[in-house]
């Protein structure tokens, strides 16, 4: 919070700074508050109206569901399994290393070669 905002909060400091001023000003600042303090009711009843509408609408559906006998439940749980199913790979990362071997050919490593037998299993 600000430090406008925190001395707005405070009612002893408010009272110390009214002190300073005349009752004009301190009235023109009230209702400029006022102002401020009924735009924000205005929005704030205008997202909960929103929310309400909303939830208004999912529950029109849902008795449309209902009433065609499909069960709400159903209708998620096919579309989670079709989205699990459409998974993508990612493409294989381009090879960092290049070598050639003992026999002379060229063979491509994501890692460094002493670090390699880390990456292989042991027998034990």
């Given at each position: 919070m600000s430090e406008a905002l925190k001395i707005l909060n405070n009612i002893r400091t408010l009272r110390a700074q009214?002190?300073?001023?005349t009752l004009e000003t301190l009235e023109e600042m009230l209702e400029k508050l006022e102002v401020v303090v009924n735009e924000r009711r205005e929005e704030e009843s205008a997202a909960a109206a929103e929310v309400e509408e909303?939830?208004?609408?999912l529950q029109q559906y849902r008795e449309m569901l209902i009433a065609d006998g499909i069960d709400p439940n159903e209708l998620l749980n096919s579309l989670a399994a079709v989205k699990s199913g459409t998974k993508a790979k990612r493409a294989q990362r381009p090879a960092k290393y290049s070598y050639v071997d003992e026999n002379g050919e060229t063979k491509n490593l994501d890692w460094p070669r002493p670090y390699s037998s880390c990456n292989q299993k042991s027998n034990g």
């Open positions: 009214a002190r300073e001023c909303r939830t208004r609408k």
